[in-house]
């Protein structure tokens, strides 16, 4: 074995770019490597002002700063700090970490070498959490808006607080289930056949084939669209399930849904249908007051999405058509727009 | 004295709604709501006269700033509201008061009107 071999061995495969320095002679040699990093060919030569051109401006100072105090007698001679590099012609920017080590003699610099590495990696992954953590809070702090605004709402729609306690929890239930399919990655975008699965499922409704009906191609959702539809559709079950097909035994549900693109922007047309209900409506509808349903679904979804909602209930029947613009697929992230 | 007329700039519409509902109990007057960028703008232009305006600075993943300068450019005082950690707020616009969600309605006239 032959240890300035394995050594060299070991230099390349981590790559470390090498420096050494004279304090003397003020000679600075750099090995291919790490005039690489600063857009140098192998035989360029080195000095100070090369060095220091290479670096980010905001940076300058702070790596300046380090090496006055590796080279201090009184300190550990060590210089370690990660700073952004530009290169020579001003070019890619890339994250290096040096660490470096003064050799002093009586008190006297006599020499000075380190290595430097390459973090870009690192560092944008580093920043990629810290966007993610944002994004986290973000999504967290609105969510507790939304649960906030859905407490003060679904109480300003109850006659007394014992009828606040149940739908409000359904609502919250829904909120939660939601979660769980956004925190999916990009890659496999909620569809529209999930959602209403999901929340049909949620109260014990199987699509079926002939009670329940549920239809429709593999539609991907827009990211920020499946919430506020998640919520509309619950609240479309859940009366379904108190006054209409999903509690009634003759009663009969279907969701069906298409894409079309002959008016214009690609759209989804989603249309509910109950039949078969007239006893229920009849006994148990509620006496003319708004609820929260019929504004989550006539209100909030138009307001936020690029959508029209239609609702009907009549005495034995209950038709609600959706239609989504759903052509912006790509739509900015927020955390992509802090970067 | 005259009700306070409020603009209301925000996304989720129910969080617009429970804010609006609390507002006019407090004797404001909501002059309109606003989900998007492009409808914010034609509000703060077209709206005749308003005191106050609240601003979700992220509006279906848009920065609303622009708005902000719109409202600036009018003379209209504003504050933000938003789910992310203050240090995103460009400098710009280190006097504008910060709601942190979720907030008190109350607290939306506290930070326009003192």
């Known amino acids: ?339 | 004295m005259n009700a306070r007329r409020i603009l209301i700039i925000e996304d989720e519409h129910i969080v617009a709604k429970a804010l609006s509902r609390a507002l006019h109990e407090t004797g404001a007057e909501i002059v309109g709501m606003a989900a998007t960028v492009e409808q914010a703008l034609k509000l703060v232009e077209t709206i005749p006269e308003f005191d106050g305006a609240l601003v979700d600075i992220n509006l279906r993943g848009i920065w609303a700033y622009s708005v902000a300068d719109a409202l600036a450019g009018r003379g209209v005082p504003f504050v933000f509201a938003t789910g992310y950690g203050s240090p995103i707020i460009p400098d710009r616009y280190r006097h504008v008061p910060v709601l942190q969600k979720p907030f008190e309605p109350q607290e939306i006239i506290a930070a326009l009107f003192g």
């Not at chain 1, 050594?7 to 040699?29: C, E, H, K």
């Not at chain 1, 070498?113 to 702090?141: F, P, W």
């Not at chain 1, 009969?252 to 989603?270: K, M």
């Open chain 1, 1 to 339: 074995m032959n240890d300035a071999h394995e050594l060299r061995a070991a230099v390349d495969l981590v790559g470390l770019g090498r420096y050494r320095s004279d304090p003397l002679t003020q000679a600075i040699q750099w090995d291919a490597r790490l005039k690489a990093m600063w857009g140098l060919p192998p035989d360029a030569a080195v000095d100070l002002g090369v060095f220091l051109a290479g670096i980010h401006p905001e940076d300058r100072n702070r790596v300046q700063a380090a090496l006055g105090q590796s080279v201090d007698p009184d300190g550990d001679g060590v210089c370690d700090i990660e700073y952004r590099v530009i290169g020579v012609n001003g070019g890619a920017e890339r994250w290096v970490a040096t660490r470096g080590k003064t050799v002093f003699e009586d008190g006297k610099v006599v020499s000075f070498h380190g290595v430097v590495l390459d973090i870009s990696e690192r560092k944008r992954a580093e920043h990629t959490n810290l966007m993610l953590i944002a994004e986290l809070e973000h999504r967290t702090r609105n969510l507790l808006a939304v649960v906030d605004s859905l407490a003060e709402q679904t109480l300003a729609s109850c006659e007394s607080l014992q009828d606040f306690s149940v739908p409000f929890r359904q609502r919250l239930a829904t909120l939660s289930r939601v979660q769980g399919l956004l925190s999916r990655p990009e890659t496999s975008p909620v569809t529209i056949g999930e959602v209403v699965e999901l929340e049909l499922h949620a109260l014990g409704a199987e699509p079926d084939g002939s009670r329940v009906i549920v239809e429709g191609p593999e539609v991907p959702l827009p990211h920020r669209s499946v919430q506020i539809l998640a919520m509309g559709l619950h609240e479309l079950a859940t009366n379904a399930r108190k006054y209409g097909a999903l509690g009634a035994p003759s009663g009969s549900l279907s969701v069906r849904w298409h894409v079309t693109n002959d008016d214009g922007p690609r759209t989804l047309v989603l249309h509910w249908a109950e039949d078969g209900i007239a006893s229920r409506r009849t006994t148990a509808a509620h006496p003319g007051r708004v609820g929260l349903g019929r504004t989550l679904i006539e209100e909030s979804i138009p307001f936020q999405l690029d959508a029209q909602t239609h609702l009907v209930i009549t005495g034995d029947s209950v038709r609600c058509d959706i239609s989504i613009v759903i052509e912006q697929t790509t739509e900015p992230r927020a955390w992509n727009a802090l970067r």
